[in-house]
């Protein structure tokens, strides 16, 4: 079992360049009274498949006191299609209501314990942990979807009540590590295990 952040957990500080030109760490996000952290990527069609549903979330919790900060710690040298430049690009193209992070030397996942992409984590405040897991229950097919658990847990939060989850299973990609191969694969598979 991978470590990743417990519940009640601080959320790991960080000094990372985005792809607006200009670098953040936790303490910038502090006005924001709940944040949500959240691994993802360029390519990863579990994140492609949902990332839509994840703008209009963040969207609709904007005004509630929710800032969204997307980080992609995936190598360039596993994907390409990840590289800085590729963020960039696909920001400029799709223009997602949150900040996009590159955590080039991954440490950052490895402090957090990214499982997959997308992973998420919503911290109040005091930046303690209170919910991780998946974004909804088929992210790379939304239109199966019968649960959105983030909105669910922000939905709650933000009305001053117990989120109905603190943990779930993310689904999607392995985080791509810097160094493990993956051309054993077939073209179209991402890898689960």
Known sequence: M????EIGQKAPDFKLPATDGKTYSLDDFSDAPWLVVFFTCNHCPYVIGSDEVTRTTAEKFKSKG????GINSNSKNTHEDDSFPNMVKRMEEFKFPWTYL???SQQIAKDYGALRTPHFYV??????LVYTG?????PRDTSKMTENTLELVLDALTSGQKAPYSVTNPIGCNVKWDGKDRHWMPADACDLV
């Open 2 to 5: 991978a470590f990743t952040l």
């Open 66 to 69: 929710v800032q969204f900060v």
């Open 102 to 104: 590159h955590d080039e």
């Open 123 to 128: 911290f109040n405040m005091d930046r303690e």
């Open 134 to 138: 998946r974004g909804v229950d088929t």
